[in-house]
Protein backbone atom coordinates (compact mmCIF):
# COMPACT_ATOMS: atom_id res chain seq x y z
CA UNK A 1 0.00 0.00 0.00
CA UNK A 2 3.08 2.60 -0.71
CA UNK A 3 0.88 4.58 -2.72
CA UNK A 4 -2.87 4.22 -1.02
CA UNK A 5 -2.95 7.73 0.66
CA UNK A 6 -1.84 8.97 -2.63
CA UNK A 7 -4.32 6.81 -4.81
CA UNK A 8 -7.19 7.96 -2.03
CA UNK A 9 -5.88 11.99 -2.46
CA UNK A 10 -6.32 11.39 -5.80
CA UNK A 11 -10.19 9.48 -6.00
CA UNK A 12 -11.22 12.83 -3.91
CA UNK A 13 -10.65 14.62 -6.77
CA UNK A 14 -13.17 12.48 -8.95
CA UNK A 15 -16.82 12.89 -8.32
CA UNK A 16 -18.01 10.21 -5.62
CA UNK A 17 -20.46 8.22 -5.40
CA UNK A 18 -23.85 8.17 -6.52
CA UNK A 19 -25.19 11.55 -5.11
CA UNK A 20 -22.33 14.08 -4.81
CA UNK A 21 -21.85 13.46 -8.92
CA UNK A 22 -25.66 14.04 -9.77
CA UNK A 23 -25.57 17.36 -10.67
CA UNK A 24 -22.04 17.15 -12.29
CA UNK A 25 -21.99 14.04 -14.21
CA UNK A 26 -21.73 15.07 -17.71
CA UNK A 27 -19.03 17.80 -16.69
CA UNK A 28 -16.93 15.36 -15.29
CA UNK A 29 -17.10 12.56 -18.06
CA UNK A 30 -17.11 14.75 -21.39
CA UNK A 31 -13.27 15.34 -22.11
CA UNK A 32 -13.43 18.89 -23.61
CA UNK A 33 -9.97 18.30 -25.37
CA UNK A 34 -11.46 14.83 -26.75
CA UNK A 35 -13.95 14.76 -30.02
CA UNK A 36 -17.61 13.71 -29.24
CA UNK A 37 -17.50 10.93 -31.52
CA UNK A 38 -15.34 8.83 -29.16
CA UNK A 39 -15.32 5.42 -30.11
CA UNK A 40 -17.35 3.88 -27.34
CA UNK A 41 -15.46 0.86 -27.76
CA UNK A 42 -12.46 2.87 -26.21
CA UNK A 43 -14.30 2.55 -22.83
CA UNK A 44 -14.51 -0.85 -22.57
CA UNK A 45 -11.43 -1.45 -20.86
CA UNK A 46 -12.15 0.65 -18.17
CA UNK A 47 -15.18 -1.42 -17.51
CA UNK A 48 -12.80 -4.49 -17.86
CA UNK A 49 -10.62 -2.83 -15.22
CA UNK A 50 -13.61 -4.00 -12.15
CA UNK A 51 -13.23 -8.03 -13.23
CA UNK A 52 -9.89 -8.78 -11.82
CA UNK A 53 -8.41 -4.80 -10.12
CA UNK A 54 -5.64 -5.12 -11.86
CA UNK A 55 -3.69 -2.05 -10.73
CA UNK A 56 -2.13 -2.40 -7.28
CA UNK A 57 -4.00 0.06 -5.51
CA UNK A 58 -7.99 -1.39 -6.43
CA UNK A 59 -6.15 -5.17 -6.45
CA UNK A 60 -4.84 -4.70 -2.61
CA UNK A 61 -8.73 -3.07 -1.19
CA UNK A 62 -10.55 -5.46 -3.52
CA UNK A 63 -8.37 -8.57 -3.59
CA UNK A 64 -6.87 -8.59 -0.15
CA UNK A 65 -8.48 -6.32 2.27
CA UNK A 66 -11.87 -7.63 2.29
CA UNK A 67 -12.01 -10.45 0.18
CA UNK A 68 -9.68 -12.00 3.06
CA UNK A 69 -13.05 -13.90 3.52
CA UNK A 70 -12.25 -15.67 0.55
CA UNK A 71 -9.77 -17.86 2.63
CA UNK A 72 -7.15 -17.18 -0.40
CA UNK A 73 -5.03 -14.16 0.63
CA UNK A 74 -3.72 -12.74 3.83
CA UNK A 75 -2.80 -8.69 4.60
CA UNK A 76 -0.17 -9.18 6.18
CA UNK A 77 -0.04 -5.96 7.67
CA UNK A 78 -1.85 -3.69 10.16
CA UNK A 79 -0.73 -0.23 8.97
CA UNK A 80 -0.46 0.52 12.41
CA UNK A 81 -4.17 0.42 12.54
CA UNK A 82 -6.87 -0.96 15.13
CA UNK A 83 -9.70 -1.46 12.46
CA UNK A 84 -9.29 -3.69 10.01
CA UNK A 85 -11.62 -5.72 7.29
CA UNK A 86 -9.59 -8.94 8.81
CA UNK A 87 -10.59 -8.37 12.07
CA UNK A 88 -13.90 -7.89 11.01
CA UNK A 89 -13.88 -4.02 12.69
CA UNK A 90 -13.09 -1.79 9.58
CA UNK A 91 -13.66 1.88 10.02
CA UNK A 92 -15.86 3.93 7.88
CA UNK A 93 -12.81 5.66 5.94
CA UNK A 94 -11.77 2.26 4.71
CA UNK A 95 -14.82 0.84 4.42
CA UNK A 96 -16.05 3.08 1.77
CA UNK A 97 -13.76 2.18 -0.61
CA UNK A 98 -15.46 -0.99 -1.01
CA UNK A 99 -18.60 -0.09 -3.53
CA UNK A 100 -17.51 3.68 -3.99
CA UNK A 101 -14.69 2.53 -6.50
CA UNK A 102 -17.12 0.18 -8.42
CA UNK A 103 -19.93 2.33 -8.71
CA UNK A 104 -17.11 5.36 -9.89
CA UNK A 105 -15.25 3.38 -12.30
CA UNK A 106 -18.52 1.78 -14.07
CA UNK A 107 -20.23 4.40 -14.26
CA UNK A 108 -18.26 7.33 -15.23
CA UNK A 109 -17.46 4.85 -18.66
CA UNK A 110 -20.80 3.16 -18.90
CA UNK A 111 -23.10 5.83 -19.14
CA UNK A 112 -20.64 7.45 -22.01
CA UNK A 113 -20.79 4.10 -24.22
CA UNK A 114 -24.11 4.37 -23.60
CA UNK A 115 -24.77 7.89 -24.81
CA UNK A 116 -22.18 7.41 -27.68
CA UNK A 117 -23.96 3.77 -28.62
CA UNK A 118 -27.50 5.20 -28.46
CA UNK A 119 -28.32 2.04 -26.21
CA UNK A 120 -27.64 0.03 -28.99
CA UNK A 121 -25.13 -2.28 -30.99
CA UNK A 122 -22.67 -4.57 -29.83
CA UNK A 123 -20.31 -2.61 -27.69
CA UNK A 124 -23.49 -1.55 -25.94
CA UNK A 125 -24.63 -4.87 -25.10
CA UNK A 126 -21.25 -5.66 -23.88
CA UNK A 127 -20.93 -2.77 -21.50
CA UNK A 128 -24.39 -4.04 -20.46
CA UNK A 129 -23.40 -7.36 -19.28
CA UNK A 130 -20.20 -5.79 -17.89
CA UNK A 131 -22.03 -3.52 -15.23
CA UNK A 132 -24.38 -6.48 -14.34
CA UNK A 133 -21.15 -8.56 -13.71
CA UNK A 134 -19.70 -5.05 -11.51
CA UNK A 135 -22.86 -4.39 -9.65
CA UNK A 136 -23.14 -8.45 -8.90
CA UNK A 137 -19.74 -7.54 -6.64
CA UNK A 138 -21.46 -4.86 -5.13
CA UNK A 139 -24.90 -6.22 -4.60
CA UNK A 140 -23.11 -9.60 -3.07
CA UNK A 141 -21.11 -7.41 -0.20
CA UNK A 142 -23.58 -5.15 1.19
CA UNK A 143 -26.65 -6.24 0.07
CA UNK A 144 -29.50 -3.15 -1.02
CA UNK A 145 -28.23 -0.84 -3.74
CA UNK A 146 -29.02 1.74 -6.25
CA UNK A 147 -29.53 -0.41 -9.81
CA UNK A 148 -32.69 -0.12 -11.45
CA UNK A 149 -33.42 3.90 -11.22
CA UNK A 150 -29.96 4.83 -11.81
CA UNK A 151 -29.80 6.86 -15.04
CA UNK A 152 -27.53 9.41 -16.36
CA UNK A 153 -27.33 12.39 -13.99
CA UNK A 154 -29.69 10.71 -12.03
CA UNK A 155 -27.69 8.97 -9.24
CA UNK A 156 -29.74 9.88 -5.81
CA UNK A 157 -32.02 7.42 -5.76
CA UNK A 158 -33.82 4.75 -4.11
CA UNK A 159 -31.87 1.71 -3.12
CA UNK A 160 -33.07 -1.41 -4.28
CA UNK A 161 -34.02 -4.48 -2.09
CA UNK A 162 -31.82 -7.82 -3.10
CA UNK A 163 -34.14 -9.31 -4.87
CA UNK A 164 -35.65 -6.15 -6.87
CA UNK A 165 -31.75 -5.68 -7.62
CA UNK A 166 -31.89 -9.34 -9.07
CA UNK A 167 -34.68 -9.32 -11.03
CA UNK A 168 -33.24 -5.83 -12.59
CA UNK A 169 -29.97 -7.63 -13.38
CA UNK A 170 -31.83 -11.14 -14.69
CA UNK A 171 -33.62 -8.35 -17.06
CA UNK A 172 -30.55 -6.50 -18.23
CA UNK A 173 -28.12 -9.37 -18.34
CA UNK A 174 -31.04 -10.89 -20.56
CA UNK A 175 -31.17 -7.82 -22.60
CA UNK A 176 -27.63 -8.35 -23.09
CA UNK A 177 -27.10 -11.94 -24.18
CA UNK A 178 -29.90 -11.45 -26.95
CA UNK A 179 -27.08 -8.55 -28.00
CA UNK A 180 -24.41 -10.58 -28.22
CA UNK A 181 -25.79 -13.46 -29.48
CA UNK A 182 -26.66 -11.33 -32.76
CA UNK A 183 -23.16 -9.64 -32.72
CA UNK A 184 -21.19 -13.40 -32.86
CA UNK A 185 -21.46 -12.79 -36.74
CA UNK A 186 -19.94 -8.93 -36.71
CA UNK A 187 -17.11 -8.86 -39.76
CA UNK A 188 -13.60 -8.92 -38.32
CA UNK A 189 -13.24 -5.31 -40.45
CA UNK A 190 -16.35 -4.14 -37.99
CA UNK A 191 -15.39 -5.68 -34.66
CA UNK A 192 -14.74 -2.61 -33.08
CA UNK A 193 -13.89 -3.45 -29.26
CA UNK A 194 -11.35 -6.38 -30.68
CA UNK A 195 -8.40 -3.82 -30.31
CA UNK A 196 -9.54 -2.80 -26.66
CA UNK A 197 -11.15 -6.33 -25.41
CA UNK A 198 -7.65 -7.70 -23.60
CA UNK A 199 -9.73 -10.42 -21.99
CA UNK A 200 -11.53 -12.27 -25.68
CA UNK A 201 -9.71 -10.09 -28.09
CA UNK A 202 -13.34 -9.30 -29.64
CA UNK A 203 -14.75 -12.62 -29.81
CA UNK A 204 -18.14 -12.33 -29.35
CA UNK A 205 -19.23 -15.58 -28.81
CA UNK A 206 -16.45 -16.03 -26.14
CA UNK A 207 -18.07 -12.90 -24.41
CA UNK A 208 -21.47 -14.44 -24.75
CA UNK A 209 -20.54 -18.19 -23.00
CA UNK A 210 -19.29 -15.95 -20.51
CA UNK A 211 -22.42 -13.94 -20.10
CA UNK A 212 -24.80 -17.14 -19.54
CA UNK A 213 -22.23 -18.44 -17.51
CA UNK A 214 -22.50 -15.32 -15.06
CA UNK A 215 -27.01 -16.23 -15.91
CA UNK A 216 -26.09 -19.64 -14.65
CA UNK A 217 -24.08 -18.49 -11.44
CA UNK A 218 -26.83 -15.99 -10.36
CA UNK A 219 -28.81 -18.49 -10.51
CA UNK A 220 -27.80 -21.14 -9.08
CA UNK A 221 -27.24 -18.03 -6.16
CA UNK A 222 -30.72 -17.58 -5.49
CA UNK A 223 -31.54 -20.93 -6.01
CA UNK A 224 -32.41 -22.18 -2.02
CA UNK A 225 -34.01 -18.63 -1.60
CA UNK A 226 -37.80 -19.59 -0.21
CA UNK A 227 -39.91 -18.83 -3.46
CA UNK A 228 -37.21 -18.27 -5.76
CA UNK A 229 -36.67 -22.50 -6.79
CA UNK A 230 -38.80 -21.89 -9.67
CA UNK A 231 -37.13 -18.69 -11.25
CA UNK A 232 -33.55 -19.95 -10.33
CA UNK A 233 -34.46 -23.22 -12.52
CA UNK A 234 -35.53 -21.61 -15.34
CA UNK A 235 -32.96 -18.91 -15.57
CA UNK A 236 -30.38 -22.19 -15.08
CA UNK A 237 -31.83 -23.62 -17.80
CA UNK A 238 -31.75 -20.89 -20.08
CA UNK A 239 -28.29 -20.43 -19.60
CA UNK A 240 -27.24 -23.63 -20.07
CA UNK A 241 -29.51 -24.18 -23.27
CA UNK A 242 -27.76 -21.22 -24.38
CA UNK A 243 -24.21 -22.20 -23.85
CA UNK A 244 -22.02 -21.70 -21.21
CA UNK A 245 -18.49 -22.44 -20.77
CA UNK A 246 -17.51 -25.54 -21.37
CA UNK A 247 -13.16 -25.74 -21.53
CA UNK A 248 -10.47 -24.59 -20.40
CA UNK A 249 -10.27 -22.08 -24.32
CA UNK A 250 -13.28 -20.23 -22.64
CA UNK A 251 -11.84 -19.28 -18.63
CA UNK A 252 -11.68 -15.35 -18.65
CA UNK A 253 -8.44 -13.81 -18.30
CA UNK A 254 -7.17 -10.28 -18.14
CA UNK A 255 -4.17 -10.45 -19.93
CA UNK A 256 -3.23 -7.22 -18.55
CA UNK A 257 -2.48 -4.67 -21.32
CA UNK A 258 -0.78 -1.88 -19.57
CA UNK A 259 -1.36 -2.72 -16.32
CA UNK A 260 0.85 -4.81 -13.88
CA UNK A 261 -0.48 -8.02 -12.03
CA UNK A 262 -1.78 -5.89 -8.30
CA UNK A 263 -0.86 -9.15 -6.42
CA UNK A 264 2.75 -9.33 -7.57
CA UNK A 265 2.65 -5.61 -6.65
CA UNK A 266 1.39 -5.85 -3.08
CA UNK A 267 2.87 -8.75 -2.11
CA UNK A 268 6.15 -7.29 -2.98
CA UNK A 269 5.63 -4.44 -0.48
CA UNK A 270 5.26 -7.17 1.64
CA UNK A 271 1.36 -6.79 3.00
CA UNK A 272 -0.22 -9.77 1.91
CA UNK A 273 0.68 -13.58 1.69
CA UNK A 274 -1.32 -16.83 0.71
CA UNK A 275 -3.76 -17.35 3.24
CA UNK A 276 -3.78 -20.18 6.00
CA UNK A 277 -7.49 -21.54 4.44
CA UNK A 278 -6.45 -22.55 1.08
CA UNK A 279 -3.06 -23.78 1.59
CA UNK A 280 -3.47 -26.13 4.10
CA UNK A 281 -6.61 -27.70 2.15
CA UNK A 282 -4.31 -28.21 -0.95
CA UNK A 283 -1.49 -29.39 1.57
CA UNK A 284 -3.57 -31.71 2.59
CA UNK A 285 -4.65 -33.18 -0.55
CA UNK A 286 -1.49 -33.25 -2.55
CA UNK A 287 -2.72 -30.70 -4.83
CA UNK A 288 -0.66 -30.46 -8.02
CA UNK A 289 -1.98 -27.13 -8.73
CA UNK A 290 0.10 -25.66 -5.68
CA UNK A 291 3.15 -25.53 -7.79
CA UNK A 292 1.41 -23.14 -10.16
CA UNK A 293 -0.25 -21.39 -7.11
CA UNK A 294 2.23 -20.72 -4.59
CA UNK A 295 6.00 -19.97 -4.19
CA UNK A 296 7.50 -22.52 -1.82
CA UNK A 297 9.42 -21.34 1.36
CA UNK A 298 12.04 -23.40 3.52
CA UNK A 299 10.40 -24.50 6.82
CA UNK A 300 13.34 -25.56 8.18
CA UNK A 301 13.05 -29.30 7.02
CA UNK A 302 12.80 -28.48 3.43
CA UNK A 303 10.44 -26.65 0.92
CA UNK A 304 6.94 -26.27 2.00
CA UNK A 305 3.83 -24.19 1.00
CA UNK A 306 3.18 -21.84 4.14
CA UNK A 307 0.04 -19.67 5.01
CA UNK A 308 -0.60 -17.50 7.09
CA UNK A 309 -4.10 -17.16 9.21
CA UNK A 310 -6.16 -14.06 8.66
CA UNK A 311 -7.18 -11.37 11.28
CA UNK A 312 -4.45 -11.42 13.52
CA UNK A 313 -4.51 -7.80 15.01
CA UNK A 314 -1.17 -5.78 14.78
CA UNK A 315 0.67 -8.14 12.55
CA UNK A 316 3.36 -6.59 10.36
CA UNK A 317 5.17 -7.24 7.15
CA UNK A 318 8.10 -8.58 8.97
CA UNK A 319 6.07 -11.25 10.86
CA UNK A 320 5.30 -13.45 7.71
CA UNK A 321 7.89 -12.15 5.50
CA UNK A 322 9.25 -16.17 4.99
CA UNK A 323 5.67 -17.70 4.06
CA UNK A 324 4.17 -18.77 1.00
CA UNK A 325 3.40 -15.82 -2.12
CA UNK A 326 1.46 -16.25 -4.87
CA UNK A 327 3.38 -17.46 -8.11
CA UNK A 328 3.18 -14.67 -10.08
CA UNK A 329 5.25 -12.03 -11.98
CA UNK A 330 5.12 -8.32 -13.06
CA UNK A 331 2.76 -9.85 -16.49
CA UNK A 332 0.72 -12.33 -15.00
CA UNK A 333 -2.41 -12.70 -16.13
CA UNK A 334 -5.30 -12.65 -13.92
CA UNK A 335 -8.33 -14.92 -13.16
CA UNK A 336 -11.72 -12.91 -14.05
CA UNK A 337 -14.10 -15.85 -14.60
CA UNK A 338 -13.03 -19.54 -14.50
CA UNK A 339 -14.63 -22.12 -16.56
CA UNK A 340 -13.93 -24.76 -14.48
CA UNK A 341 -16.94 -22.79 -12.25
CA UNK A 342 -19.55 -23.82 -15.23
CA UNK A 343 -18.84 -27.42 -14.28
CA UNK A 344 -19.41 -27.01 -10.62
CA UNK A 345 -22.34 -24.52 -11.12
CA UNK A 346 -23.98 -27.23 -13.18
CA UNK A 347 -22.91 -30.30 -10.76
CA UNK A 348 -24.75 -28.22 -8.06
CA UNK A 349 -27.70 -27.92 -9.94
CA UNK A 350 -27.98 -31.83 -10.12
CA UNK A 351 -27.98 -31.38 -6.44
CA UNK A 352 -30.81 -29.61 -6.42
CA UNK A 353 -32.48 -32.02 -8.54
CA UNK A 354 -32.47 -30.12 -11.77
CA UNK A 355 -31.47 -33.23 -13.96
CA UNK A 356 -32.73 -30.87 -17.05
CA UNK A 357 -30.09 -28.22 -16.30
CA UNK A 358 -27.41 -31.00 -15.52
CA UNK A 359 -27.72 -34.99 -15.45
CA UNK A 360 -25.11 -35.86 -13.41
CA UNK A 361 -23.14 -33.86 -10.44
CA UNK A 362 -20.13 -36.22 -10.69
CA UNK A 363 -19.60 -35.78 -13.89
CA UNK A 364 -19.84 -32.68 -14.02
CA UNK A 365 -18.07 -32.18 -10.33
CA UNK A 366 -15.27 -34.81 -12.28
CA UNK A 367 -15.16 -31.98 -15.18
CA UNK A 368 -14.68 -29.01 -13.16
CA UNK A 369 -11.75 -30.73 -11.94
CA UNK A 370 -10.23 -31.78 -15.54
CA UNK A 371 -11.08 -28.23 -16.47
CA UNK A 372 -9.36 -26.62 -13.44
CA UNK A 373 -6.23 -28.56 -14.31
CA UNK A 374 -6.18 -27.81 -18.04
CA UNK A 375 -6.76 -24.15 -17.27
CA UNK A 376 -3.63 -24.22 -14.94
CA UNK A 377 -1.49 -25.92 -17.42
CA UNK A 378 -1.11 -28.77 -14.45
CA UNK A 379 -0.31 -32.10 -16.66
CA UNK A 380 -0.07 -34.35 -13.58
CA UNK A 381 -3.25 -37.12 -14.19
CA UNK A 382 -6.19 -36.01 -13.16
CA UNK A 383 -8.34 -38.91 -12.61
CA UNK A 384 -5.74 -40.21 -9.71
CA UNK A 385 -6.85 -36.56 -8.04
CA UNK A 386 -9.82 -37.24 -8.27
CA UNK A 387 -10.39 -40.47 -7.29
CA UNK A 388 -8.18 -40.40 -4.22
CA UNK A 389 -10.99 -41.11 -1.42
CA UNK A 390 -8.00 -40.98 1.43
CA UNK A 391 -6.63 -37.32 1.74
CA UNK A 392 -8.07 -34.57 3.60
CA UNK A 393 -7.50 -31.29 4.35
CA UNK A 394 -4.37 -31.21 6.68
CA UNK A 395 -4.04 -29.56 10.18
CA UNK A 396 -2.71 -26.23 9.79
CA UNK A 397 0.89 -25.15 12.09
CA UNK A 398 1.72 -21.82 12.57
CA UNK A 399 5.28 -20.96 11.66
CA UNK A 400 5.20 -18.35 14.35
CA UNK A 401 2.41 -18.86 16.82
CA UNK A 402 0.73 -22.41 18.18
CA UNK A 403 -2.05 -20.01 19.29
CA UNK A 404 -3.06 -19.36 15.84
CA UNK A 405 -3.25 -23.44 14.96
CA UNK A 406 -6.20 -24.46 13.24
CA UNK A 407 -7.70 -28.00 12.35
CA UNK A 408 -10.44 -27.67 9.49
CA UNK A 409 -13.83 -28.41 10.35
CA UNK A 410 -16.14 -30.21 7.66
CA UNK A 411 -13.29 -32.53 5.97
CA UNK A 412 -14.32 -34.29 3.00
CA UNK A 413 -12.07 -36.42 0.57
CA UNK A 414 -11.56 -35.60 -2.95
CA UNK A 415 -13.28 -38.66 -4.77
CA UNK A 416 -17.24 -38.51 -5.35
CA UNK A 417 -19.16 -40.65 -3.16
CA UNK A 418 -22.75 -41.41 -4.31
CA UNK A 419 -24.29 -43.16 -1.49
CA UNK A 420 -23.01 -39.99 0.78
CA UNK A 421 -25.80 -37.49 1.79
CA UNK A 422 -26.40 -34.36 -0.11
CA UNK A 423 -24.65 -32.22 2.46
CA UNK A 424 -21.03 -33.78 2.19
CA UNK A 425 -21.87 -34.13 -1.75
CA UNK A 426 -22.29 -30.09 -1.58
CA UNK A 427 -19.32 -29.72 0.43
CA UNK A 428 -17.26 -32.01 -2.22
CA UNK A 429 -18.57 -29.37 -5.08
CA UNK A 430 -18.14 -26.26 -3.38
CA UNK A 431 -14.65 -27.19 -1.57
CA UNK A 432 -13.14 -28.04 -5.25
CA UNK A 433 -15.29 -25.07 -6.91
CA UNK A 434 -13.02 -22.67 -4.11
CA UNK A 435 -9.74 -24.75 -5.02
CA UNK A 436 -10.40 -24.08 -9.04
CA UNK A 437 -11.58 -19.91 -8.05
CA UNK A 438 -8.27 -19.09 -6.76
CA UNK A 439 -7.92 -16.31 -6.01
CA UNK A 440 -11.52 -14.92 -6.73
CA UNK A 441 -11.95 -14.11 -3.11
CA UNK A 442 -15.34 -12.52 -3.45
CA UNK A 443 -16.69 -15.32 -5.50
CA UNK A 444 -15.23 -17.43 -2.48
CA UNK A 445 -16.86 -15.60 0.29
CA UNK A 446 -19.98 -15.94 -1.21
CA UNK A 447 -20.18 -19.40 -1.71
CA UNK A 448 -19.17 -19.39 2.69
CA UNK A 449 -21.75 -17.91 2.78
CA UNK A 450 -23.99 -19.64 1.46
CA UNK A 451 -23.43 -22.66 1.93
CA UNK A 452 -20.88 -23.01 4.52
CA UNK A 453 -18.71 -24.67 2.72
CA UNK A 454 -15.73 -25.15 2.62
CA UNK A 455 -14.51 -24.20 6.08
CA UNK A 456 -12.42 -20.67 5.83
CA UNK A 457 -10.52 -20.17 8.66
CA UNK A 458 -11.77 -17.42 10.80
CA UNK A 459 -10.51 -14.58 11.90
CA UNK A 460 -7.72 -15.17 14.57
CA UNK A 461 -8.79 -12.04 16.11
CA UNK A 462 -12.50 -11.28 16.52
CA UNK A 463 -12.70 -6.95 17.41
CA UNK A 464 -16.11 -7.00 15.91
CA UNK A 465 -18.55 -4.30 17.82
CA UNK A 466 -21.28 -4.93 15.48
CA UNK A 467 -22.41 -8.87 16.08
CA UNK A 468 -19.83 -11.05 14.00
CA UNK A 469 -18.98 -14.44 14.84
CA UNK A 470 -15.82 -16.74 14.66
CA UNK A 471 -18.54 -19.36 13.72
CA UNK A 472 -19.89 -17.67 10.56
CA UNK A 473 -17.73 -14.89 9.75
CA UNK A 474 -18.33 -11.31 8.63
CA UNK A 475 -21.54 -11.36 6.20
CA UNK A 476 -21.91 -8.22 4.45
CA UNK A 477 -20.07 -4.73 4.36
CA UNK A 478 -21.77 -1.52 5.43
CA UNK A 479 -22.77 1.12 3.13
CA UNK A 480 -20.47 3.75 2.01
CA UNK A 481 -19.86 6.84 4.22
CA UNK A 482 -19.95 8.53 0.70
CA UNK A 483 -23.28 7.67 0.54
CA UNK A 484 -24.37 8.65 4.36
CA UNK A 485 -22.82 12.27 3.51
CA UNK A 486 -25.15 12.59 -0.08
CA UNK A 487 -28.13 10.48 -0.01
CA UNK A 488 -28.79 9.76 3.52
CA UNK A 489 -32.42 9.35 3.55
CA UNK A 490 -32.05 6.92 0.60
CA UNK A 491 -29.53 4.64 2.11
CA UNK A 492 -31.26 5.02 5.85
CA UNK A 493 -34.07 2.98 4.02
CA UNK A 494 -32.00 0.54 2.54
CA UNK A 495 -30.10 -0.17 5.76
CA UNK A 496 -33.75 -0.60 7.19
CA UNK A 497 -34.88 -3.09 4.15
CA UNK A 498 -32.01 -5.76 6.03
CA UNK A 499 -32.54 -4.69 9.81
CA UNK A 500 -30.04 -2.47 9.75
CA UNK A 501 -26.11 -1.43 8.47
CA UNK A 502 -24.43 -4.08 10.41
CA UNK A 503 -21.94 -6.47 9.19
CA UNK A 504 -23.61 -9.42 10.94
CA UNK A 505 -26.82 -9.16 8.97
CA UNK A 506 -27.56 -12.23 6.69
CA UNK A 507 -28.01 -11.38 3.12
CA UNK A 508 -31.09 -12.54 0.99
CA UNK A 509 -29.03 -15.36 -0.65
CA UNK A 510 -26.85 -16.16 2.48
CA UNK A 511 -28.74 -17.77 5.36
CA UNK A 512 -27.68 -21.15 5.25
CA UNK A 513 -24.28 -21.45 7.00
Given at each position: MKKFKQYIVGALLLPLLLGSCTSNFEEYNTDPNRPTTLDAAALIPNLIDCLASPEENPCQRNNTFWACFGGYVTATNSWGRQFLYATYNIDDEWNKWSADWYFNTLYRNYFQIARL?????????????????????????????????????TFAVPYDDEQTAYMAMFEDLDKAIAGLKSAQGILEEDNTVAPYDRVYGGDYSKWLKYANTLKLRMAIRIARVEGQEEFAHRKALEAVQEGVMSSASDTAWDKLGAWKNGFNTVQEWGEMRANASIVTFMNGYEDPRREVYFKTTNNGTGAAYTGVRSGIAGITTADYANASKFKVDEKTDMLIFSAAEAAFL??????????????????????????????????????????????????????KNSACNYTPKNQVSIMWNESASDAEKLNRVITQKWIANFPLGAEAWNDYRRTGYPDIFPAYD????????????????????????????????????????????????????
Amino acid sequence: MKKFKQYIVGALLLPLLLGSCTSNFEEYNTDPNRPTTLDAAALIPNLIDCLASPEENPCQRNNTFWACFGGYVTATNSWGRQFLYATYNIDDEWNKWSADWYFNTLYRNYFQIARLTNETGPVFSLAQMLRVNIMQYVVNMQGPLPYSQVKMGTFAVPYDDEQTAYMAMFEDLDKAIAGLKSAQGILEEDNTVAPYDRVYGGDYSKWLKYANTLKLRMAIRIARVEGQEEFAHRKALEAVQEGVMSSASDTAWDKLGAWKNGFNTVQEWGEMRANASIVTFMNGYEDPRREVYFKTTNNGTGAAYTGVRSGIAGITTADYANASKFKVDEKTDMLIFSAAEAAFLQAEAALLGWTDVCPSARSFYEAGITISFAERGVTSNVASYYNNSTRLPGNFTDMKNSACNYTPKNQVSIMWNESASDAEKLNRVITQKWIANFPLGAEAWNDYRRTGYPDIFPAYDNRSTQGVTKERGQRRLRFSLNEYETNRAHVQAAASMIGGDRENIDLWWAKKN
